[in-house]
């Protein structure tokens, strides 16, 4: 009865959010509050509703287990429930699994090419490939909001902002450097290379998220420039704004409005600063965070891309999949990150006493 303890508390606020929106004198912003919190706890207590159902449905098979005439069915219901009791249970313990605040918010993805010069610049376009090709399957927003081109038409460094259902929740995981063995196109030999690019996906920032005072930025507009160094267009629209306190320094060029480009670059540096300040409470809350699936430590390697062998191995779950071009065009890379999610779950349950 020890989950069951667990869960009165949960039944009982859910009972006590009910209430407060029944009275009817809360305000527009607490009444969107406590609903939100309402909405979410609600698969939960149906759960547990359903489990302590259960629980009681197994109690009065067993006196039947005594009749003659009802053994054979009792017994056979009893079975049922002995199979359902245990699924119900696992249902709330994930849903009592603390939840992660962001989760349910866009996502800033940026990819920087690594070792391996243009071919790793190739690379990171693949890795971009990759990810707006899941998002089309889980029919979110996919825009490129800043970029670098290297001189072969990879990306030296490239910032999309992806939009939807539970965007980080998902792409959270993918921070860390990604690796991949292949034959360059620019080898004339033949030969395997081994590049690398890393990848970090911060939680989309919003403005009740992180308050950033004006006089702690420095502004600086210059002209546009393009793979070569060229510039790219005759006004000063290229934007790079550093905040001082932190040093955090973000670059915007790719609109031609410089009002544009600000407005993107001043995003992506709330959510930077945002980004830095989740990490240094999650370094707080847990001594060794590289243990966990998803520690977002962006310097650690997390996946081999292997071409030669039609592989994709996630070194954190030593799990390798032999279907390497529908992970890379993004159709199958669900079956990575659901993986993924999978096991942090499973590593915070055995971390919850019930």
Known sequence: MALLDKLMPVKARHEE???LMAEGNLSGEDYVKLSTEYAEMESVVGAVNAYEGALTEKDDLKSLLNDPEMKEMAAMEMRALDEKIPV??????LALIPKDSADAKNAILEIRAGTGGDEAALFAADLLA???GYAATQ???FEIVNSSLSDLGGFKEVVAEIQGHNVFEK??????VH???RIPKTESGGRIHTSAATVAVLPEAEDVDIHIDTKDLRIDTYRAQGAGGQHVNKTDSAVRITHIPTGTVVEMQDDRSQHKNKAKAMAILRTRIYDAERQKLDDERATDRKS?????????RIRTYNFPQGRVTDHRINLTLYKLETVVSGEDLYEVIDQLIAEDHAAKLSDMEF
């Open 130 to 132: 990759m990810y707006k």
């Open 292 to 300: 966990q699936v998803g520690s977002g430590d962006r310097s650690e």
């Open 139 to 141: 029919k979110w927003k």
């Open 88 to 93: 119900l249970e696992e249902q709330i313990k």
């Open 17 to 19: 959010l009910a209430a």
């Open 171 to 176: 792409l959270k995981y993918e921070s860390g």
């Open 179 to 181: 690796r991949v063995q």
